[in-house]
C-alpha cells in the first residue's frame, strides 16, 4: 500500500512540473530518401543471372561425377552426407534445389527492396560454384597424365 501511494505521487508530480509533455511537438522534416529503380523480378540480368546458376549446377553435377569416376576422392562432403553424392537421383535432387533456393532468396531481397543483393546472390553462388567446377575438373584430367 505504501508503494502504491509513493507510485502515485510520483506521477502526480511528475506531470504537474512537466507541462512541456503534454503539448504535442512540431513535426520534424524527413529527408527524402531516394528508391532504388523498380525493375521486374525476371529482367534480362536476372534471367542471365539464373540461367548462368543452372549451367554452373550442371556442370557441377558432371565434373563431380567426371572426378570421382577418374579416382578422385570427394572431400568437401562430411562423412554423414557423403552418401548424397553416390546417389545420382539424389544429387540432381540437391543441385536443383540449391539453384530453387537461390532463387527464391534473389526473389525474397527484390520484394524487399534490395535490388543490388538478389543480384550479388546469384552471383556468388555462381562463383562459388564455378570455382568448385574447375577444381573437379582439373582432379579428374590429373589422373590421366
Known sequence: MRNLIW??????????????????????????????PQHRF??????????????????DYHSTYAALNN?????????????LVKNKPAFAAYQAANVGITIGVAYWLHRKGHHRW????????????????????RNSRSNFQ
Open 71 to 83: 579416382g578422385a576422392v570427394e572431400k568437401s562432403w562430411p562423412r554423414g552426407v557423403g552418401g
Open 118 to 137: 538478389e543480384r550479388i546472390a546469384s552471383v556468388v553462388q555462381i562463383s562459388w560454384i564455378g570455382a568448385a567446377t574447375v577444381n573437379n575438373y
Open 42 to 59: 525476371f529482367d534480362k540480368t536476372n534471367k542471365a543471372l539464373f540461367s548462368g546458376l543452372v549451367v554452373t549446377r550442371a556442370l
Open 7 to 36: 507510485t502515485i505521487a510520483v506521477l502526480v508530480l511528475r506531470a504537474a512540473v512537466s507541462p512541456v509533455a503534454a503539448q504535442e511537438l512540431p513535426e520534424k522534416p524527413r529527408a527524402q530518401i531516394e528508391k532504388a
